[in-house]
């Protein structure tokens, strides 16, 4: 309850002026008799306001004093005391920072004594000292009073700046090892007939292991064992098994004392599922064959700590050899590659801006990147070898591996941020990573680290600064000290030796480290303002490429694009400026060939990756105004055509960056999810761009040869994929071309005409270039190639009156106008509606026709040695599949259903389960076999930059599709099982929908 203004005592104003939140609680605390001495004592006060939580204090020391029991010889030592200022700030420093131990002091009320020294020897304790300090303990609950007794000084010097976090953490490391000794102690003693069997060693890993672990920790710890001398190997190990799991109970069980903390030994060769406890010779095995990088990563920190030593010695001296060549290894890169993804997936999306662990610019990631330096560069250099994370960064600057404004940044960062979670942990003594989100929590915290004017803003600010320079150093520690190498622009530096620089590339995923270097030296040598913004742009840059399946096609081809633009003023600043355009850039430039060689062929469309609007694709109408505007500019038909390339190059480029960054996703524009929807906006994009592409030649070509007026009025229908909206980047256009003579034309001249139009058509496509080919493929018109190229629309009615085949009703279900006189199109489409959505749907005998020709298909057209479960277009599940069984049903229900009277597959397949003729559970099934067999086909012509209907053989193009497809590194094999999993079960509804089987 608030107290008047006017009736404030002077001790209630003096305790607002301390930092008490509650001071009406507070003074009615210090009334009590039995804190007489702290009211009268300004000192006391003074005491309790330097701590992080006054009112915590205050409450923790009158539950201490109460506790007691009364005794007058131990209040009159407490009082005595707590007038010494060394014992008084550090024991009101606990009380005012960790609950927790306030109420292990409330049950056992003369722990507080173990705060008394404050001698030289007892600031930085070791394993001898804690283990003085559990002698005594002989069992789980007298060893967690012991522990936490020791834990009090620990935390007191925290709090008091006695120590800082290194020594803490360190020390802490060193409580856990002493523990884990008692721990083993008092399993041995239950059970002397095991322990006389056996030798066991305990390697602590983590933390633990590195001398850096936290107030509440899970202690990772790896067994080694061995048969005594005389003693059955199978039996010492059963032995060894039942003492390790007894100490690993002693320290994780609850009891009446709580708990001390879990150990952890699924780190171990094969994790949970592999055995406790295993022999040296067996380690050895499983490390030699089959561990994988990361469980080299966190033998860096394996430290025998107890047990036998001299074994455990053994296991470290053994390994080491195999840590040290884990970045020679086949798999590493890929391996390096899935680490360096953010483990990001199983924490909560409230919870992600607050994890200083995990979280963007937490400890994760400077763990992680000096373990990989420790690993690429440890090897020759035996001074990184350290299991400590400070230590391992100190060594990395000293021996020029890391940049020193870098690594000081960066060790700055990593103190504050656990120092953080240290005093975030103490609180309570529980395991968190997680920033409090309550002011009162957050108030304690920043007090406890220093900042008292504004606490919760100073902590807020200082955190996220140090995290932000995390997340920017976490790139550029790998990459910058490579361009110094190259640039020498600070004589007398310690820089990268060209060997080092090569290891460091290679073990990022570059194939050929000289070639990268020659690279890199030509961007950012020399003191021009252009190669000080690469300087800048590349450290970040370099990460991107390494992320991809090719580095080194992205390191080249930035190079390229940079030798083409470097010179013009907006190309280095759109990169350094526009937000995303530089990881868009790098993104593109290292997914394949397709969207490097157009923009080669078009360096001035890096623009359009400066604005996320710039990769929408164009409509139609838009895209066939500007090719027919750019025709009409130009000088003759073949020019005109070369103009109307350009434009296609262009949109190509859009296209495919918008897919790949799509894809792929950035910072700040996550990967697409819906699979379906990015096959939808490449097969509207590109074909609306063919579509655009022939308006244009078509004008061309009528403009050179008769001016402003054709004889005879002349319509190209899209056919197939082209009529379906479904084009890849690589496909042909199908098409027929129909005619009609205008009036006071004879129908030879008109035939004439329209013939000499679509060769002309033909020939200007086929003129060389190195864009993308646009094949213009008229097979599907009747009679096919025997026939006539163009008809006219009495012919077409004729031939389907007369001669029209099953086949063709369903090939016109794709037919669809694209360009040319569009009222003769509609009249095309008005003639062969009844021919493709047949009145009462399809007879018996057609229906076995297409079944036949179906399964004639299957059996002669699927390349000879391609295997039919991998096939896109004609293999087991695939496109043809699909499509055969939607058009099927369309043949036999679109006279009665409107909604499959469409050319898209997947709109009918829609509309046919919305009919209720195909149940949802299945149409979900074709479709996604439909999407998954388009995107393989996109991301293959995307990365080799030719179609193919099959994925690639080589291995570093077959990642590339996987990473198209949103497959981490080293999950190519994850890939082709889905593949052939979803394709197989499309096929098994292909079967009895369309075979009836």
């Given at each position: 309850?608030?107290?008047?203004?006017?009736?404030?005592?002077?001790?209630?104003?003096?305790?607002?002026?301390?930092?008490?939140?509650?001071?009406?609680?507070?003074?009615?605390?210090?009334?009590?008799?039995?804190?007489?001495?702290?009211?009268?004592?300004?000192?006391?006060?003074?005491?309790?306001?330097?701590?992080?939580?006054?009112?915590?204090?205050?409450?923790?020391?009158?539950?201490?004093?109460?506790?007691?029991?009364?005794?007058?010889?131990?209040?009159?030592?407490?009082?005595?005391?707590?007038?010494?200022?060394?014992?008084?700030?550090?024991?009101?420093?606990?009380?005012?920072?960790?609950?927790?131990?306030?109420?292990?002091?409330?049950?056992?009320?003369?722990?507080?004594?173990?705060?008394?020294?404050?001698?030289?020897?007892?600031?930085?304790?070791?394993?001898?000292?804690?283990?003085?300090?559990?002698?005594?303990?002989?069992?789980?609950?007298?060893?967690?009073?012991?522990?936490?007794?020791?834990?009090?000084?620990?935390?007191?010097?925290?709090?008091?700046?006695?120590?800082?976090?290194?020594?803490?953490?360190?020390?802490?490391?060193?409580?856990?090892?002493?523990?884990?000794?008692?721990?083993?102690?008092?399993?041995?003693?239950?059970?002397?007939?095991?322990?006389?069997?056996?030798?066991?060693?305990?390697?602590?890993?983590?933390?633990?292991?590195?001398?850096?672990?936290?107030?509440?920790?899970?202690?990772?710890?790896?067994?080694?064992?061995?048969?005594?001398?005389?003693?059955?190997?199978?039996?010492?190990?059963?032995?060894?098994?039942?003492?390790?799991?007894?100490?690993?109970?002693?320290?994780?069980?609850?009891?009446?004392?709580g708990t001390i903390w879990p150990v952890d030994a699924n780190l171990r060769p094969e994790g949970r599922n592999g055995p406790l406890v295993r022999t040296l010779s067996s380690h050895l095995a499983y490390y030699q064959r089959w561990a994988k990088t990361w469980e080299f990563q966190a033998l860096l920190k394996a430290r025998p700590v107890a047990g036998d030593l001299p074994l455990g010695e053994e296991y470290v001296r053994t390994l080491a050899p195999l840590v040290w060549q884990a970045a020679e290894r086949e798999n590493f890169v890929p391996d390096v590659q899935k680490m360096r993804k953010r483990v990001v997936e199983n924490i909560p999306a409230g919870e992600l801006d607050r994890e200083l662990k995990l979280g963007p610019g937490g400890l994760r990631d400077v763990e992680f990147a000096v373990q990989l330096l420790q690993l690429v560069h440890g090897r020759a250099d035996l001074s990184l070898r350290s299991g400590t994370t400070l230590d391992a960064l100190a060594a990395l600057a000293d021996g020029g591996y890391v940049g020193r404004v870098d690594a000081v940044q960066l060790d700055d960062a990593y103190r504050f941020l656990r120092t953080l979670e240290h005093r975030i942990q103490l609180y309570r003594l529980r395991r968190t990573h997680l920033v409090p989100e309550d002011d009162a929590d957050l108030r304690r915290t920043g007090r406890s680290m220093g900042m008292r004017t504004e606490p919760i803003t100073e902590l807020h600010r200082a955190w996220r600064r140090h995290t932000s320079v995390v997340r920017r150093l976490h790139e550029k520690l790998f990459y910058r000290p490579l361009l110094d190498a190259v640039a020498q622009l600070a004589p007398g530096e310690t820089r990268l030796s060209t060997g080092a620089a090569r290891e460091r590339l290679v073990a990022l995923g570059y194939a050929d480290?000289?070639?990268?270097?020659?690279?890199?030296?030509?961007?950012?040598?020399?003191?021009?303002?252009?190669?000080?913004?690469?300087?800048?742009?590349?450290?970040?840059?370099?990460?991107?490429?390494?992320?991809?399946?090719?580095?080194?096609?992205?390191?080249?081809?930035?190079?390229?694009?940079?030798?083409?633009?470097?010179?013009?003023?907006?190309?280095?600043?759109?990169?350094?400026?526009?937000?995303?355009?530089?990881?868009?850039?790098?993104?593109?430039?290292?997914?394949?060939?397709?969207?490097?060689?157009?923009?080669?062929?078009?360096?001035?469309?890096?623009?359009?990756?400066?604005?996320?609007?710039?990769?929408?694709?164009?409509?139609?109408?838009?895209?066939?105004?500007?090719?027919?505007?750019?025709?009409?500019?130009?000088?003759?038909?073949?020019?005109?055509?070369?103009?109307?390339?350009?434009?296609?190059?262009?949109?190509?480029?859009?296209?495919?960056?918008?897919?790949?960054?799509?894809?792929?996703?950035?910072?700040?524009?996550?990967?697409?999810?819906?699979?379906?929807?990015?096959?939808?906006?490449?097969?509207?994009?590109?074909?609306?761009?063919?579509?655009?592409?022939?308006?244009?030649?078509?004008?061309?070509?009528?403009?050179?040869?008769?001016?402003?007026?054709?004889?005879?009025?002349?319509?190209?229908?899209?056919?197939?994929?082209?009529?379906?909206?479904?084009?890849?980047?690589?496909?042909?256009?199908?098409?027929?071309?129909?005619?009609?003579?205008?009036?006071?034309?004879?129908?030879?001249?008109?035939?004439?005409?329209?013939?000499?139009?679509?060769?002309?058509?033909?020939?200007?496509?086929?003129?060389?270039?190195?864009?993308?080919?646009?094949?213009?493929?008229?097979?599907?018109?009747?009679?096919?190639?025997?026939?006539?190229?163009?008809?006219?629309?009495?012919?077409?009615?004729?031939?389907?009156?007369?001669?029209?085949?099953?086949?063709?009703?369903?090939?016109?279900?794709?037919?669809?106008?694209?360009?040319?006189?569009?009222?003769?199109?509609?009249?095309?489409?008005?003639?062969?509606?009844?021919?493709?959505?047949?009145?009462?749907?399809?007879?018996?005998?057609?229906?076995?026709?297409?079944?036949?020709?179906?399964?004639?298909?299957?059996?002669?057209?699927?390349?000879?040695?391609?295997?039919?479960?991998?096939?896109?277009?004609?293999?087991?599940?695939?496109?043809?599949?699909?499509?055969?069984?939607?058009?099927?049903?369309?043949?036999?229900?679109?006279?009665?259903?409107?909604?499959?009277?469409?050319?898209?597959?997947?709109?009918?397949?829609?509309?046919?389960?919305?009919?209720?003729?195909?149940?949802?559970?299945?149409?979900?099934?074709?479709?996604?076999?439909?999407?998954?067999?388009?995107?393989?086909?996109?991301?293959?012509?995307?990365?080799?930059?030719?179609?193919?209907?099959?994925?690639?053989?080589?291995?570093?193009?077959?990642?590339?599709?996987?990473?198209?497809?949103?497959?981490?590194?080293?999950?190519?094999?994850?890939?082709?099982?889905?593949?052939?999993?979803?394709?197989?079960?499309?096929?098994?509804?292909?079967?009895?929908?369309?075979?009836?089987?």
């Amino acid at each position: 309850m608030s107290v008047p203004q006017g009736r404030r005592s002077s001790t209630f104003t003096r305790l607002l002026r301390h930092g008490f939140t509650d001071p009406s609680a507070a003074e009615r605390l210090l009334d009590t008799p039995d804190l007489s001495a702290v009211r009268s004592d300004p000192l006391l006060l003074d005491a309790l306001g330097a701590t992080a939580d006054p009112d915590l204090a205050l409450h923790g020391l009158v539950r201490l004093v109460e506790a007691q029991d009364g005794d007058p010889e131990r209040r009159e030592l407490l009082d005595t005391l707590l007038t010494a200022k060394p014992l008084r700030d550090r024991l009101l420093g606990v009380l005012g920072a960790s609950e927790a131990l306030a109420d292990h002091l409330a049950r056992h009320p003369l722990d507080w004594q173990a705060l008394v020294t404050y001698e030289p020897s007892d600031l930085h304790p070791g394993v001898e000292e804690f283990e003085r300090g559990l002698a005594d303990a002989a069992d789980p609950v007298s060893l967690r009073v012991s522990y936490r007794r020791c834990l009090l000084s620990i935390a007191a010097r925290d709090v008091c700046g006695t120590t800082d976090i290194a020594q803490t953490a360190a020390e802490l490391a060193d409580l856990a090892t002493a523990t884990l000794r008692a721990a083993l102690a008092i399993a041995q003693t239950d059970a002397p007939a095991d322990a006389a069997l056996c030798r066991l060693a305990v390697i602590a890993m983590g933390k633990c292991g590195g001398h850096e672990l936290n107030y509440v920790s899970d202690v990772d710890v790896i067994f080694v064992g061995e048969a005594a001398d005389g003693a059955d190997e199978g039996k010492a190990l059963q032995a060894a098994t039942r003492l390790a799991s007894h100490m690993m109970r002693i320290c994780s069980e609850t009891t009446i004392e709580g708990t001390i903390w879990p150990v952890d030994a699924n780190l171990r060769p094969e994790g949970r599922n592999g055995p406790l406890v295993r022999t040296l010779s067996s380690h050895l095995a499983y490390y030699q064959r089959w561990a994988k990088t990361w469980e080299f990563q966190a033998l860096l920190k394996a430290r025998p700590v107890a047990g036998d030593l001299p074994l455990g010695e053994e296991y470290v001296r053994t390994l080491a050899p195999l840590v040290w060549q884990a970045a020679e290894r086949e798999n590493f890169v890929p391996d390096v590659q899935k680490m360096r993804k953010r483990v990001v997936e199983n924490i909560p999306a409230g919870e992600l801006d607050r994890e200083l662990k995990l979280g963007p610019g937490g400890l994760r990631d400077v763990e992680f990147a000096v373990q990989l330096l420790q690993l690429v560069h440890g090897r020759a250099d035996l001074s990184l070898r350290s299991g400590t994370t400070l230590d391992a960064l100190a060594a990395l600057a000293d021996g020029g591996y890391v940049g020193r404004v870098d690594a000081v940044q960066l060790d700055d960062a990593y103190r504050f941020l656990r120092t953080l979670e240290h005093r975030i942990q103490l609180y309570r003594l529980r395991r968190t990573h997680l920033v409090p989100e309550d002011d009162a929590d957050l108030r304690r915290t920043g007090r406890s680290m220093g900042m008292r004017t504004e606490p919760i803003t100073e902590l807020h600010r200082a955190w996220r600064r140090h995290t932000s320079v995390v997340r920017r150093l976490h790139e550029k520690l790998f990459y910058r000290p490579l361009l110094d190498a190259v640039a020498q622009l600070a004589p007398g530096e310690t820089r990268l030796s060209t060997g080092a620089a090569r290891e460091r590339l290679v073990a990022l995923g570059y194939a050929d480290p000289s070639a990268a270097l020659r690279h890199l030296e030509a961007l950012a040598s020399g003191v021009s303002r252009k190669a000080a913004i690469q300087r800048t742009l590349l450290p970040v840059l370099l990460g991107w490429f390494a992320d991809s399946a090719d580095p080194d096609a992205g390191l080249l081809n930035f190079r390229k694009v940079s030798d083409a633009l470097g010179k013009t003023p907006w190309y280095l600043r759109l990169l350094r400026d526009e937000g995303a355009a530089a990881e868009n850039l790098a993104r593109v430039l290292s997914a394949g060939r397709l969207a490097p060689d157009l923009l080669m062929r078009a360096p001035e469309a890096v623009a359009l990756l400066g604005d996320q609007r710039g990769l929408e694709p164009r409509g139609h109408a838009q895209l066939e105004q500007e090719v027919l505007a750019a025709v009409g500019r130009a000088d003759g038909a073949e020019q005109a055509v070369a103009a109307a390339r350009g434009v296609r190059r262009r949109e190509l480029f859009r296209t495919s960056a918008a897919d790949i960054i799509a894809s792929y996703g950035t910072e700040d524009t996550p990967a697409e999810a819906d699979q379906g929807a990015l096959v939808d906006r490449v097969g509207g994009a590109v074909s609306d761009l063919t579509a655009a592409t022939l308006a244009g030649t078509l004008r061309a070509v009528v403009r050179e040869g008769w001016g402003d007026e054709l004889p005879t009025r002349f319509a190209i229908i899209a056919m197939g994929r082209f009529g379906g909206h479904e084009l890849g980047y690589g496909s042909d256009a199908d098409v027929l071309f129909v005619h009609e003579p205008r009036e006071g034309v004879d129908d030879h001249q008109a035939a004439k005409a329209a013939h000499r139009v679509v060769s002309e058509m033909q020939r200007l496509l086929a003129l060389p270039s190195a864009d993308p080919p646009l094949l213009i493929d008229a097979d599907l018109r009747p009679e096919g190639k025997s026939g006539p190229l163009v008809r006219s629309l009495k012919s077409y009615e004729a031939y389907y009156r007369r001669w029209s085949l099953v086949w063709e009703s369903q090939a016109l279900l794709r037919a669809e106008p694209v360009a040319g006189d569009l009222d003769l199109g509609r009249a095309f489409i008005d003639l062969i509606d009844p021919l493709r959505y047949p009145a009462e749907g399809l007879g018996e005998d057609a229906v076995r026709e297409i079944r036949r020709l179906k399964a004639r298909m299957e059996s002669e057209r699927l390349p000879r040695g391609a295997d039919p479960t991998l096939h896109t277009k004609l293999g087991r599940g695939g496109l043809s599949d699909v499509e055969w069984t939607v058009q099927l049903m369309q043949l036999q229900q679109g006279w009665a259903e409107p909604g499959l009277r469409t050319t898209r597959t997947r709109e009918a397949l829609a509309a046919a389960c919305a009919a209720e003729l195909i149940p949802a559970e299945e149409a979900a099934i074709l479709d996604e076999a439909w999407v998954m067999a388009s995107r393989v086909r996109g991301a293959v012509m995307l990365v080799r930059g030719r179609p193919g209907d099959t994925f690639p053989s080589d291995g570093r193009e077959l990642a590339a599709v996987g990473r198209y497809l949103g497959y981490d590194p080293g999950h190519v094999g994850d890939m082709l099982d889905d593949y052939r999993r979803a394709t197989r079960r499309a096929r098994a509804i292909m079967e009895e929908r369309f075979y009836g089987a």
